[in-house]
């Protein structure tokens, strides 16, 4: 037994009261090539996207400006806050 990947040719059949009636072949009809539109919320969408993803990663204007208050002695962490934060985020990524 031959198998292969080919699919025979389908000739068209049409259907009547008194069963099926084959037809002679018919050309086949014509193909387009797919296309896709994009709704302007999408095309805005994709832009945003596009975007984001150019942007850095690092805001640096107020990494500049933490140091500057590192420097002057006036940056001072509010523990708690930390704390709380960093169990926050360990209790979110332990999904177990």
Same mark, same amino acid.
């Given at each position: 037994?031959? /198998?292969?990947?080919?699919?025979?040719?389908?000739?068209? $059949? $049409?259907?009547? !009261? #008194? +069963? @099926? #009636?084959? &037809?002679?072949?018919? $050309?086949?009809? &014509?193909?387009?090539?797919?296309?896709?539109? *994009?709704?302007? #919320?999408? !095309?805005? *969408? #994709? %832009?945003? !996207?596009? %975007? /984001?993803?150019?942007? =850095? =990663? @690092?805001?640096?204007?107020? @990494?500049?400006?933490?140091?500057? !208050?590192?420097? %002057? +002695? $006036?940056?001072? @962490?509010?523990?708690?806050? %930390?704390?709380?934060?960093? *169990?926050?985020?360990? *209790?979110? +990524?332990?999904?177990?």
């Amino acid at each position: 037994m031959d /198998i292969s990947n080919k699919i025979p040719p389908v000739e068209p $059949t $049409t259907y009547n !009261r #008194q +069963g @099926v #009636q084959k &037809t002679s072949k018919a $050309t086949p009809p &014509t193909v387009k090539g797919d296309r896709v539109e *994009l709704s302007d #919320q999408a !095309r805005e *969408l #994709q %832009a945003a !996207r596009e %975007a /984001i993803r150019k942007m =850095d =990663d @690092v805001d640096h204007e107020k @990494v500049a400006r933490i140091k500057a !208050r590192i420097a %002057a +002695g $006036t940056y001072k @962490v509010d523990a708690e806050k %930390a704390a709380t934060k960093m *169990l926050e985020d360990s *209790l979110i +990524g332990d999904k177990s």
